[in-house]
């Protein structure tokens, strides 16, 4: 019997080597014994280390993947599992593709599981000011369900580089001081600062943006478990929201997306940006709002929330197009509920085109910005990211199946056209598009945020409205 002894819970590259060498020593599964002390050598007394050499085999690429997160897996077989079915794939190198294998569907569940962790994490860790820092600095408490810390810290450091802010988490924590990400060893909630003003500000936000799809219970259980309820200053809102916003929240609860299929993800990954109609896309709206969360075909993915799809009835005659979610939209995960969101609500209102009728997309599904100081500044997005993100809109046409489209300025008229078009000269008219729907060109809202000129801005404010009434009774 060997006893291999890795270095941390989640020392993948100590498995990796280990397991390379026990596999060239034909060391059958049953035969080793991996356990983790955090310290020792990588093989303990009981075993000879094996002769580290080149490896006389290879694996899939997918397999080191696979592997990489089921390493972050709490389960305590994960090692013994990965090292089965790297001995298994000597034997049959199309192992991974049997999705029946219970080693395989046992591995593809952990993975899934921990891929769902790290995304938990990046949706619920909320940041607290620490009041007798030197610095400004913030601290979140969290507890994820798979060891996804260090994998996901760099998320945070991305999308907060102009903080200093540590997650403290039971395994490890992740601290970022604007120049290097560095990890110390785990905390005790005591740790965990409480409450301040960033979180009355928080509160305050959550509800001016509050969504009743939260409020349905089982969907919240599962979306956003109890488990981390209590470190969400939100959280004590919810039983005042659930009063009051239980009417809106039946319809919402039908709309409560899913977690998206692998088809899914996968064809969300795909490096394709060929705009073509492929295989595999999303089907539900469902899948759309799921999916496009795990888009890889652009780096915009990267500096962003979250992905914002488009929101409104699964039929609807009228589809509204912005550019894309801007600061508000990235947090709350919903297009135009921030500033461009009320003025467009206003005209619609104006118009007499109910907006609960209307499905309001945007061409591109993340959040394109530059930092200045601690602001996230909107940065329009490129021809590129409008051709990229286009798979995303075509697929919510082809669901949606809407009469008419409008597209708001001239980013969402290349992403709906497909070409580059003037607001100004092409506004307010009917054009063909290819998918039987008409198209009408308007302003962008937050053309009119911008206008210094009062008595300009109300000419343009007009004109909005009239397209808006226009694009309605067309779309009736
Ligand atoms: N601007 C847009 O184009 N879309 C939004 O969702 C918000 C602001």
Redesign the pocket.
């Known amino acids: 019997m060997r006893v291999v002894r890795l270095a941390s819970e989640i020392d993948f590259a100590g498995w990796r080597l280990a397991a390379r060498a026990l596999r060239s020593l034909q060391a059958a599964p049953d035969d080793v014994i991996w356990t983790v002390d955090g310290e020792g050598d990588l093989f303990g007394d009981e075993a000879t280390p094996p002769q580290a050499g080149p490896p006389a085999f290879t694996v899939p690429k997918g397999f080191l993947d696979l592997a990489q997160e089921v390493a972050l897996h709490r389960s305590g077989e994960r090692f013994t599992l990965l090292y089965r079915l790297l001995w298994r794939l000597g034997r049959q190198p199309e192992l991974l593709g049997l999705a029946s294998d219970p080693d395989v569907a046992r591995a593809r569940d952990m993975a899934k599981a921990v891929s769902r962790a790290s995304h938990k994490m990046k949706a619920f860790v909320r940041f607290r000011l620490v009041e007798d820092a030197a610095e400004e600095t913030y601290v979140a408490w969290f507890e994820p369900a798979h060891r996804v810390t260090e994998a996901t810290a760099p998320f945070f450091q991305r999308r907060f580089t102009n903080m200093c802010w540590s997650i403290l988490t039971p395994d490890v924590c992740a601290h970022w001081d604007r120049e290097k990400l560095t990890f110390s060893s785990g905390a005790d909630p005591a740790d965990a600062p409480g409450e301040d003003a960033l979180e009355e500000y928080w509160r305050t936000y959550y509800a001016s943006i509050f969504n009743p799809a939260r409020l349905k219970t089982a969907a919240m259980q599962r979306e956003m478990p109890k488990r981390y309820w209590r470190n969400l200053p939100e959280a004590r809102l919810i039983p005042e929201l659930v009063a009051t916003a239980e009417a809106r929240a039946e319809e919402m609860v039908r709309q409560q997306p899913s977690e998206p299929t692998r088809r899914v993800v996968r064809q969300a990954q795909r490096l394709s940006r060929d705009g073509s109609f492929e295989e595999g896309a999303p089907a539900t709206l469902e899948e759309v709002t799921a999916g496009a969360d795990f888009c890889r075909r652009c780096e915009l993915w990267r500096d962003a929330t979250q992905a ?1 799809a488009g929101d409104g009835p699964g039929r609807a005659r009228l589809m509204l197009v ?5 600061d508000q ?1 990235d947090l709350a995960g919903k ?2 509920v ?1 500033p ?2 009320r003025v467009l609500d206003e005209a619609l209102e104006a118009a007499g085109a109910p907006r609960a009728q209307i499905y309001v997309t ?1 061409a591109v599904k993340h959040f394109r910005h530059e930092l200045h100081g601690k602001r996230r500044i909107h940065k329009t997005p490129t021809a590129g990211h409008v051709s990229a993100c286009r798979w995303w809109l075509d697929a919510e046409r082809r669901i949606v199946q809407p009469r008419v489209i409008v597209a ?1 300025g001239a980013t969402a008229a290349l992403g709906v056209f497909g070409k580059a078009m003037a607001v100004g000269q092409s506004r307010g008219q009917a054009l063909q598009l290819p998918d039987q729907a008409q198209g009408v060109v308007t302003y ?1 809202p ?1 053309f009119l945020l911008r206008m210094p000129d009062a008595q300009a801005k109300s000419e343009v404010y007009a004109a909005f409205v009239e397209d808006l009434k226009f694009a309605w009774k067309l779309a009736s």
């Open positions: 914002v912005g550019e894309q979610p801007g939209e297009p135009f921030g461009a969101g945007n708001l962008h937050s």
